[in-house]
């Protein structure tokens, strides 16, 4: 192979992750998320301000950042709503969408995860491990019992992608009934029978919460804005804390 055709190197990447509530640094995790649920995804956010997804529940929240260093880009986000901010925001994200009140009752603090997306030249496992391990390490390091957060589902094709991932994650990761919930908004039954012999493709990161033990709480619930279906997820951080040092040490390392 000559210098003409050969491949182009791969470009170097240094990933390093940050929990912050920084303005600016919030404000850049804003425009993220807006390029990726509105300009890719098509959802209508109601942005106020030109090209940035924000919420009245982010200066609530604890921002966790995956930066490239080599680049200064921020490649990928989420947000943790922690019971005590909670309070102070009326309540959790998700009860816009679920009933909660069974979840409530749970022996131990709850958290929220939210608003996660990952740039579409960093969605690999790497980078959503990295993700993870910061999220892993915020929820030991603040003593939260149990993690919840909306996993979401597209609707481009009408649903019938929703319903077949949803009834796989129902048959092989449905929680206890102590997690149930019952959505507000019911995502609408197809009129077709779905195939459930067919292989099913489940997103990157509903792949990586029930790696580490996440069990579906129930039906799923139709979001209009997000023009998705979403599945709320509860996951055990005693699971997820006893898995910590075995894989997520391991990707924090490199």
């Known amino acids: 192979m000559n210098a003409q055709t050969a491949p182009l190197p791969r470009p170097v990447r240094r990933l390093k992750t940050v929990i912050t509530q920084q303005p600016e640094v919030v404000e850049a995790a804003q425009r993220l998320r807006y390029k990726v649920f509105s300009e890719e995804y098509g959802s209508d956010l109601g942005a106020t301000n030109p090209g940035i997804d924000a919420d009245e529940f982010d200066r609530y929240c604890d921002h966790l950042i995956v930066t490239d260093e080599y680049t200064g880009k921020l490649v990928a986000t989420t947000r943790v709503l922690h019971h005590n901010k909670a309070k102070e925001a009326g309540g959790f994200y998700s009860e816009g969408e679920f009933e909660l009140s069974s979840l409530y009752q749970l022996p131990g603090p709850l958290a929220e995860l939210g608003r996660t997306c990952v740039h579409p030249d960093y969605r690999n496992g790497a980078t959503?491990?990295?993700?993870?391990?910061?999220?892993?390490?915020?929820?030991?390091?603040?003593?939260?019992?149990?993690?919840?957060?909306?996993?979401?589902?597209?609707?481009?094709?009408?649903?019938?992608?929703?319903?077949?991932?949803?009834?796989?994650?129902?048959?092989?990761?449905?929680?206890?009934?102590e997690y149930r919930v019952t959505p507000l908004r019911a995502l609408p039954h197809l009129t077709r029978t779905l195939n459930e012999d067919r292989p099913v493709d489940?997103?990157?990161?509903?792949?990586?919460?029930?790696?580490?033990?996440?069990?579906?709480?129930?039906?799923?619930?139709?979001?209009?804005?997000?023009?998705?279906?979403?599945?709320?997820?509860?996951?055990?951080?005693?699971?997820?804390?006893?898995?910590?040092n075995r894989h997520f040490m391991r990707h924090k390392a490199r």
């Open 128 to 177: 959503i491990s990295l993700l993870w391990a910061s999220v892993a390490e915020y929820l030991v390091s603040r003593n939260v019992d149990y993690l919840i957060g909306c996993a979401s589902i597209g609707m481009s094709d009408g649903g019938l992608k929703a319903w077949r991932i949803a009834r796989y994650l129902q048959r092989e990761f449905l929680a206890s009934e």
């Open 202 to 244: 489940v997103p990157a990161l509903i792949k990586a919460y029930m790696r580490l033990g996440a069990r579906v709480c129930g039906e799923p619930c139709w979001d209009p804005d997000f023009r998705c279906a979403d599945l709320l997820v509860v996951l055990d951080v005693n699971n997820l804390a006893s898995r910590y």
